[in-house]
């Protein structure tokens, strides 16, 4: 069970993170088409330069976080692992 969770934690994180990096850069991708710039404070086009900042400058909370859920999901399956021991399951021995 102890993998089962680490697995989740240490997978679906980092798969949301992708998910809504994606669709920022999609929004950023989308004003420069439309040679336009994009003001990430209303998440709209703007026709004046906006200052850049990074996905991470504008969400550090969510990045860290679920950066530290990784490394906690990590640690879960590392300590389910030890726990289980190098002994194979009776179906998978050799017979």
């Not at 003001?39 to 900042?53: G, N």
């Not at 300590?79 to 399951?89: I, N, Q, S, V």
């Amino acid at each position: 069970m102890l993998m089962k969770i680490g697995t989740l934690l240490f997978a679906v994180p980092g798969v949301v993170l992708l998910y809504l990096y994606n669709l920022d850069m999609s929004a950023i991708q989308e004003c420069q088409q439309l040679q336009q710039f994009y003001d990430a404070s209303t998440a709209t086009c703007s026709k004046q330069p906006q200052p850049v900042q990074s996905y991470y400058q504008r969400h550090s909370a969510l990045v860290n976080y679920s950066m530290l859920a990784s490394i906690v999901g990590g640690a879960l399956i590392t300590w389910g692992m030890l726990l289980r021991g190098l002994a194979r399951a009776p179906e998978d021995r050799p017979s």
